[in-house]
């Protein structure tokens, strides 16, 4: 039973950072792409950064590039995001996914999802 369990989230000021985490079970971690979508109240689902199996390759939605970092750490079977500067228009739930392909990493094309993280921006 695949399960890939969201932390970190919370209530940080607008400029503040905060770093979530994503640990996997169930999986043949290294094997997949990893990543972050998040869904502000309203709206859809949205892609916000993926990273590859090894962690040499990474993207980023433009609207956190350069404010968010991603990695992996395959021998815990865990995904980080970093999130620094953050604005109220961050704020949302987070999702952790996987994905078996790097290059079809969309809302429609992964094969797991955690169950979500709150991220709220006070302004």
């Known amino acids: 039973q695949v399960q890939l369990v969201e932390s970190g989230g919370g209530l940080v000021q607008a400029g503040g950072s905060l770093r979530l985490s994503c640990a996997a079970s169930?999986?043949?971690?290294?094997?997949?792409?990893m990543g972050w979508f998040r869904q502000a109240p309203g709206k859809e689902r949205e892609f916000v950064t993926r990273i590859n199996w090894s962690g040499g390759w990474t993207s980023y939605a433009d609207s956190v590039k350069g404010r968010f970092t991603i990695s992996r750490d395959n021998a815990k079977n865990t995904v980080y995001l970093q999130m620094n500067s953050l604005k109220p228009e961050d704020t949302a739930v987070y999702y952790c996914?996987?994905?078996?392909?790097?290059?079809?990493?969309?809302?429609?094309?992964?094969?797991?999802w955690g169950k979500g993280t709150l991220v709220t921006v006070s302004s």
């Open positions: 996914a996987a994905g078996g392909s790097y290059y079809s990493f969309n809302v429609q094309g992964m094969d797991y």
């Open positions: 169930g999986l043949t971690f290294s094997r997949y792409a």
